[in-house]
């Protein structure tokens, strides 16, 4: 004999449910996701494989979070007392980060205290951001408009600097391109990898409704995560998200 009616309605309803689960998880994800952050100034963020470094200016701290199937987990809240960082770039077993209050480039140890080994003038006033290309140190600053190349020697010498159409706030590689973004009308740039020169302009139509300043963005893969000055989360979107200006 045949199960009775009421089982199967109920099977093929949890059937359903759990099928209008998966797509909507794999809809949102598809379009983008939010993120929970222990801070809300969020200045600088830096990956290191599946982690993920946050600089506070106003926590005068940089938090270390991890990524897991259910968001972010924090494990390790560095306090470095009298910071302002505005930038932050991975190069080994090393952190770089640009101090815009003292106006240093810092190289610091990844232990339990970030330990600081060696300081450098910015070679602007208004250092903004920093990264790394796995052979030289980058850095912007963003009065100036400038974005620098440095050696990791001893003096962190400055070989080139190029010229840049807009105060820059992040700096970001990504597929051996860099990205950066203006503050003003938060349009993202990419800058062709051998001249340093802008190859395209692109937005995200969403942020024209976000009140929160724009303070910090990062690649990681084809996903752009951003960081606003006065908001608890970041927001991640795809690459597709991003249309031309």
């Given amino acids: 004999p045949g199960a009775p009616r009421q089982p199967r309605l109920l099977v093929w309803l949890g059937s359903a449910l759990v099928a209008a689960s998966a797509f909507g998880a794999w809809w949102f994800g598809w379009r983008g996701r939010e993120h929970v952050i222990p801070c809300a100034h969020p200045s600088a963020l830096v990956w290191q494989g599946d982690s993920l470094w946050i600089s506070d200016w106003h926590d005068q701290a940089i938090y270390r979070m991890s990524r897991t ?19 932050m770039a991975m190069a080994g077993d090393v952190l770089f ?18 330990s600081l080994e060696r300081a450098w003038p910015s070679p602007g006033p208004s250092p903004s951001a ?35 159409g807009h105060a820059p706030i992040g700096l970001s590689l990504r597929k051996g391109c860099f990205w950066t ?12 990898a051998t001249q340093q020169t802008v190859a395209g302009a692109f937005g995200l139509a969403e942020l024209d409704v976000v009140s929160a300043p724009l303070s910090s963005f990062a690649w990681r893969g084809n996903s752009l995560w951003l960081g606003f000055d006065g908001l608890g989360r970041l927001i991640e979107r795809p690459r597709w998200r991003l249309g031309r200006r």
């Fill in 181 to 192: 973004v203006d503050e003003g009308p938060r349009t993202f740039h990419l800058l062709r």
């Fill in 97 to 114: 980060v640009v101090d815009s209050w003292s106006r240093q480039i810092q190289r610091r140890r990844l232990d339990d205290q970030l």
């Fill in 69 to 87: 199937p259910l968001g972010l987990r924090m494990r390790k809240r560095h306090h470095l007392k009298g910071s302002h960082i505005m930038g």
């Fill in 130 to 164: 920093l990264c790394f290309d796995g052979k030289y140190l980058w850095s912007v600053d963003k009065d100036r408009r400038l974005l620098y190349q440095h050696a990791l020697d001893e003096r962190l010498t400055v070989l080139n600097s190029y010229p840049l």
